[in-house]
């Protein structure tokens, strides 16, 4: 079946280093691929996302490229601040398993100054 | 425009009883998902509505049911609860049941099962 395989965290990160977090994904179609964040204390929010295989997702200077032939959708960032501390989950929606969203366990993120 | 709210906001039950939590979509979405989220976990589906009809289900035994409503707001029931039901419960709703389309998150309820 469907699955997305994430990074483990904590990641720990001085202001201004660059930023990777890995994502793998299985999946039985062709599916739409997502990065979604949860800074706290607050709900789940789209950050970027690609419908089909070389689409490049950007967002507040996040950026993700999805790679078929690698089953990936790396997430990364070229200078982190303080503000994107937060929790970032990759997930996945395959058309042919009923477009369901198949979410990653998540990536907690932590920039100290 | 308002977004997706959830009500309650958190919820203490016994096991055994039952619960029902609800969700109303964001103004011109008619399609509604549920997510479980247990703790230092991501979301899990259980399932979609799409125009009042369920329209896709995840892992979840039966004793997990849901409703949509003509307004397109939303029900997620659960029967029988069990120590395990214990985590945050997410609405999500969208423009469309396509999966490419973007799921707009509610804040949540916190179900506590004792």
């Known amino acids: 079946g469907d699955s997305v395989t994430q990074m483990e965290g904590p990641v720990t990160l001085s202001e201004e280093a660059f930023l990777t977090i890995n994502c793998t994904y299985t999946?039985?179609?062709?599916?739409?691929l997502f990065w979604y964040v949860q800074y706290p204390g607050e709900g789940l929010q789209l950050l970027l996302k690609?419908?089909?295989?070389?689409d490049k997702g950007s967002n507040k200077g996040f950026e993700a490229t999805y790679r078929k032939e690698t089953t990936s959708f790396h997430l990364e960032k070229g200078s982190v601040q303080v503000s994107d501390s937060a929790v970032y989950f990759c997930?996945?929606?395959?058309?042919?398993?009923?477009?369901?969203?198949?979410f990653g366990t998540g990536t907690s993120l932590t920039v100290i100054p | 425009e308002t977004g997706v709210t959830q009500s309650p906001t958190h919820l203490i039950k016994t096991r055994g009883q039952q619960v029902t939590l609800r969700c109303s979509s964001q103004?011109?979405?008619?399609?509604v998902s549920w997510y479980q989220q247990a703790l230092g976990q991501g979301p899990q589906f259980i399932f979609q509505?799409?125009?009042?009809?369920?329209?896709g289900r995840g892992n979840f035994p039966p004793r997990f049911s849901g409703l949509q409503f003509p307004n397109y707001s939303s029900e997620l029931n659960v029967n029988a609860l069990e120590l395990d039901d214990s985590a945050l419960y997410l609405c999500?709703?969208?423009?469309?049941?396509?999966?490419?389309?973007?799921?707009?998150f509610g804040p949540g309820t916190r179900l506590t099962v004792l």
């Open positions: 999500a709703s969208s423009l469309d049941s396509g999966g490419y389309n973007e799921q707009f």
């Open positions: 509505y799409y125009r009042e009809e369920e329209n």
């Open positions: 999946a039985t179609g062709y599916p739409s």
């Open positions: 997930a996945l929606s395959d058309r042919q398993s009923g477009n369901q969203f198949y």
């Open positions: 103004s011109g979405h008619n399609t």
């Open positions: 690609a419908t089909k295989a070389d």
